[in-house]
C-alpha cells in the first residue's frame, strides 16, 4: 500500500508541498535511479514514484526523465532540488531548535566578555538570558584569552571583536557571528590643537604622530595593531605614554592632558569633561563584535543562536 502524504506539508497559498515529494526528488538526485532512491530512504519504490508523480502535478513539469540507464533531474528538477534543499533544511533546522529550546531550562552556558562590552551590555544580557531560561557562567577576559579560551573548549561562547580586518585566530570548527559594527572614535584632551577637527581623516589622523598614546596593556589587541601599523606604514613609531585596558582610566588620563587614544564608541557613554571625541573617515578604524563558539557540523546550538541574538538586543537597547 502506497504511503499517502499526511500533514507533514508546507503550504504556499493554494500549493501544498509534501516534505516528503522533496525527499524523493532529492535521493533521486543522489542515487541515480528511483530503486536505489528507495533503499536509501527506506521506503517502498511505488512510495518514491508517488511523491514523485504528485510533485510533478503540483508543479506541471516533469521534474525526473527515466531510461534503462536510471532517473536524472529535467532543468526545472534540479531548479526544484536547489529550493526543496533549502526547505529541507529549514525544516530541519526548526525541528532541531525546538527540540533544544524545550529543553533550554537546563542549560547553562559557560560565556566570556571583554571588560568593555560587559560594563554596557551584561546586564541586559543576563536578564534577557534568565527570561529564556538560560543561566550564564560569565567570565571576563581580554581579547586574546577569550580567543584560547574558545579554542579549548573551556567557554561554550564569547562575545569578541577584530579590527581594521584582522582575522583573529580561532580553530576551525568555531564558529562566529557577527553582531555589531563599533566605530572607533579618537579621544583626546579638549584643549588639544588639533580638537578643532570635527572629523579625523588619514592625514589629520597621522599628524599625531609626535602626541603621547594612551594604549592597552593586553598584548594581541587588534585596535593596538591598528594603530601601530598606520603609523608603521607612514615611517613613524607610536609613542606609548601609558598602557591600560580599561578605557574609563583611558578617558580620564586623555581628560587630564596626558595622551590620545582610540576608543570604542560603546565606551564613550559617559566621557568625562576635558574630553574631545572625534570620528575617524578611514573605515578601518571600526571592530567588529563578534559572538563566537565551538560548533559542530549543524553550526552552534540553539542556545548559542538565542544567545547571540539576545546580545544584538542588548546593543540595540543602548539606543
Known sequence: M??????????LGSLVIDLR??????????????ARAATRLG?????????????????????????????????????????????????DRALTDVRDLS???RIRLRFGTFPTAAARLLPGIAARTAELGIELDTMLEELTPLVTRVNQRT??????????????????EVHTTHLFTDPMLLALPSTHPAAKHQSFNRE???SLSNDNWVTGSTPGDTLDDLVREAF??????????????????????VAAGMGVALVPSLATNNPPEGVALRPIEDPRFTRELLLAAPAGPGGPSAAVRQL????????TALG
Not at 512510495?47 to 521534474?63: F, I, M, P, S
Open 43 to 91: 521506503w517502498s519504490q511505488p512510495t518514491v514514484d508517488y511523491h514523485l508523480r504528485n510533485l510533478d502535478r503540483l508543479v506541471g513539469a516533469d521534474l525526473t526523465t527515466r531510461s534503462t540507464r536510471g532517473s536524472k533531474l529535467t532543468t526545472a528538477g534540479a531548479l526544484m532540488l536547489e529550493r526543496g534543499e533549502e526547505i529541507l533544511g529549514l525544516a
Open 21 to 34: 515529494q522533496l525527499q524523493a526528488l532529492s535521493a533521486v538526485a543522489a542515487e541515480g535511479s528511483v
Open 103 to 105: 529543553k533550554l531550562g
Open 204 to 206: 589629520d589622523f597621522l
Open 232 to 253: 608603521q606604514a607612514d615611517g613613524h613609531k607610536v609613542n606609548v605614554a601609558i598602557r591600560t585596558d580599561d578605557y574609563s582610566v583611558v578617558l580620564g588620563l
Open 308 to 315: 547571540a541574538e539576545v546580545v544584538r538586543r542588548s546593543i
Open 155 to 172: 567557554l561554550d561562547a564569547a562575545l569578541v571583536y577584530a579590527a581594521g580586518g584582522y582575522q583573529l585566530p580561532f580553530r576551525a
Open 2 to 11: 502506497v504511503d499517502t502524504p499526511s500533514s507533514f506539508h508546507t503550504t
